[in-house]
């Protein structure tokens, strides 16, 4: 907390209804955020059991900066994965790292299942559990109407919500934050559902002045990073086309995945770019509470539904990813289709990542013949808007066996149906938007969430100092652990390069907290260490990673990659792993 050495826990149980509160000091050397989730999670995860079982914990933090300097926005969100089976972990903004501040807490960990539907709401004296017998079966957006409708605090209110795609424990479902942001990877979203637990709405009206001896050395470090972030070139791109920008330039290196990686180059990229849908499309921008940049690019999607002149919109936010997912990727050709696709997605409720990349492995196998029109229901090609919107509409259903093996994700569909080759997954996690090169694939299998912002392997592949072999493994693996660092804030990745290590240190120093960057250095090590006992606890090895062959057959920003090569970047990562782990052998166990 800010107002002492200790960290506020909630701890709510679904099914015997308990709340409790425990202000634990032997935790607050974590600093909050993913410090101290990782140890919640830690002490709290249920390793022999299923990971939608109800002993499952679901684990809410945020960081000890969060809401007290520029662009620190983001809440954590720890789980066991059901998609993967393995470590859990995705991050939001929006509103609800103040609103929990607001409301007194560093972290919530949530147990036990209801027996019907509830949802929680989170305040500053109280806390309830409703019943949300009504809210059960609607869209994410008309969950969030209603919730909007029923509670307080408006401002400083913070709605999480699930659709239907958590409700009917699609692996790969999300949680929606305060409508344009997400908990978006690994399915968390059904862990929500498992629960019972349709949403969580969290508002405070809390105060926590500076304290008076710190508060002018605090006032000129906030200064400073305000003006890096609003004066220099370091988040530019963000605030102007936003992550889209990226279209374009991914495409113009030959690293944009297109129609299920068969190509890594698209000819309508123009029409999908960030420059397009800011001529067209845009209608606003906005921004997570706390930061001033902006990035949150909103389009309108207009269309008819009805003759003869019957319309309706909707505004989406859109990024990079979601273009590359559920437009490049499956070849769809207009902004229009584009956005239809992405409304029926964020409806439901579903990653919109994992979601594109399951399309793409499902119209291979359907050009392949692995599977037929009969049980998809449609027909399948690249590009097809109709058939796709059909694909999701039943895979929510789970309307037959195949759907309900795609509703376990891309990898789990395509052992029982074929395709691995080209089912784009690594660690069980569906790819995201970048072919780079070694970096970006080695990236995203070795990061322990197998995500690309685990270590950004993709922007080594780019870099000026690009060097296969010792110089990647050792950049993506210190990357890694500064981001450890750096999630303990919880500051949005987007502004990695306003904190560095050194302002992170003048940062907490500023408040009073002396630290120094050698510890907060070591600090991200042995976040890294103990994420890397519960990947191992929970049965992960990184000998048995997949590199599907589509990565090695479509040609990338460096080239034909080599499985070989691939394989001996891997075998380096484990020895210099293994010391890491020999270091830190003798950090307690929860319980010892």
């Known amino acids: 907390m800010l107002d002492g050495r200790y960290m506020r826990v909630l701890n709510i149980d679904l099914s015997s209804g308990k709340i409790d509160i425990e202000d634990r000091e032997d935790l607050y050397e974590?600093?909050?955020?993913?410090?101290?989730?990782t140890k919640l999670l830690e002490e709290n995860l249920r390793y022999d059991l299923d990971p939608l079982a109800p002993e499952q914990p679901i684990i809410l933090s945020i960081g000890l900066l969060s809401t007290i300097y520029p662009v620190v926005t983001k809440m954590v969100y720890m789980f066991r994965s059901p998609l993967t089976g393995n470590l859990g972990e995705s991050y939001a903004g929006g509103r609800a790292a103040l609103a929990l501040r607001y409301a007194g807490y560093d972290a919530v960990v949530i147990s036990g299942k209801a027996e019907r539907p509830v949802y929680l709401v989170i305040g500053p004296q109280v806390v309830h559990?409703?019943?949300?017998?009504?809210?059960w079966g609607t869209g994410v957006e008309e969950a969030g109407r209603y919730l909007r409708e029923l509670e307080p605090g408006r401002g400083f209110r913070s709605t999480l919500r699930i659709g239907q795609a958590g409700e009917k424990l699609v692996k790969f479902a999300g949680v929606n934050v305060d409508t344009y942001r997400h908990f978006g990877r690994l399915g968390g979203g059904a862990v929500f559902g498992s629960k019972?637990?349709?949403?969580?709405?969290?508002?405070?009206?809390?105060?926590?002045?500076?304290?008076?001896?710190?508060?002018?050395?605090?006032?000129?470090?906030?200064?400073?990073?305000?003006e890096k972030v609003t004066e220099t070139d370091l988040m530019e791109k963000y605030h102007d086309l936003g992550t889209p920008v990226n279209i374009l330039r991914l495409n113009a290196m030959n690293a944009l995945p297109t129609r299920n990686l068969q190509s890594s180059t698209f000819e309508y990229a123009e029409e999908l770019s960030g420059e397009?849908?800011?001529?067209?499309n845009l209608v606003r921008q906005v921004a997570c509470i706390g930061c001033p940049v902006g990035c949150i690019h909103l389009a309108l999607h207009r269309h008819r539904f009805g003759e003869p002149q019957e319309w309706e919109s909707t505004v989406m936010s859109y990024d990079h990813e979601p273009i590359f997912a559920l437009g490049t990727f499956l070849g769809m050709t207009t902004r229009s289709d584009f956005l239809a696709l992405l409304e029926k997605i964020e409806g439901y409720g579903l990653d919109a990542i994992s979601t594109?990349?399951?399309?793409?492995?499902?119209?291979e196998a359907f050009q392949q013949g692995l599977i037929d029109e009969h049980l998809l229901?449609?027909?399948?090609?690249?590009?097809?808007?109709?058939?796709?919107?059909?694909?999701?509409?039943?895979?929510?259903?789970?309307?037959?066996?195949?759907?309900?093996?795609?509703?376990?994700?891309?990898?789990?569909?395509a052992r029982q149906y074929g395709g691995l080759d080209f089912a784009m997954t690594l660690g069980r996690h569906e790819m995201t938007g970048y072919h780079t090169g070694?970096?970006?694939?080695?990236?995203?299998?070795?990061?322990l969430r197998h995500s690309h912002l685990d270590n950004a392997g993709y922007s080594f592949d780019q870099s000026e100092d690009y060097e296969e072999g010792e110089w990647?493994?050792?950049?993506?693996?210190?990357?890694?652990?500064?981001?450890?660092?750096?999630?303990?804030?919880?500051?949005?990745?987007?502004?990695?390069?306003?904190?560095?290590?050194?302002?992170?240190?003048?940062?907490?120093?500023?408040?009073?907290?002396?630290?120094?960057?050698e510890q907060l250095v070591e600090l991200g090590e042995r976040i890294y260490a103990a994420k890397l006992r519960i990947k191992e606890k929970l049965g992960f090895d990184f000998r048995e990673l997949r590199f599907p062959r589509r990565f090695f057959e479509t040609p990338s920003l460096h080239g034909q990659l080599s499985e070989e090569k691939m394989l001996s970047l891997l075998d380096l990562f484990l020895k210099k792993v293994e010391k890491i782990k020999n270091k830190h052998n003798l950090e307690r166990q929860p319980g010892q």
């Open 30 to 37: 974590y600093l909050g955020g993913l410090g101290l989730a």
């Open 129 to 135: 559990i409703r019943k949300a017998d009504p809210l």
């Open 196 to 226: 019972n637990l349709k949403a969580i709405v969290i508002h405070g009206d809390r105060h926590y002045p500076i304290p008076k001896e710190v508060f002018k050395n605090y006032k000129e470090v906030y200064q400073e990073i305000y």
């Open 276 to 280: 397009a849908f800011a001529q067209h």
């Open 356 to 363: 594109g990349v399951l399309l793409g492995w499902a119209t």
């Open 377 to 413: 229901g449609t027909r399948l090609e690249f590009g097809y808007l109709d058939g796709y919107l059909t694909v999701v509409d039943n895979l929510v259903k789970r309307s037959n066996h195949l759907y309900r093996a795609m509703a376990e994700g891309t990898e789990f569909a």
């Open 438 to 447: 070694y970096g970006a694939a080695f990236g995203q299998a070795v990061g």
């Open 472 to 517: 990647l493994v050792d950049s993506i693996l210190e990357e890694e652990k500064l981001r450890c660092l750096t999630n303990c804030l919880i500051v949005c990745l987007f502004a990695r390069k306003v904190y560095d290590v050194e302002t992170i240190t003048k940062a907490y120093r500023a408040i009073g907290l002396n630290v120094s960057q």
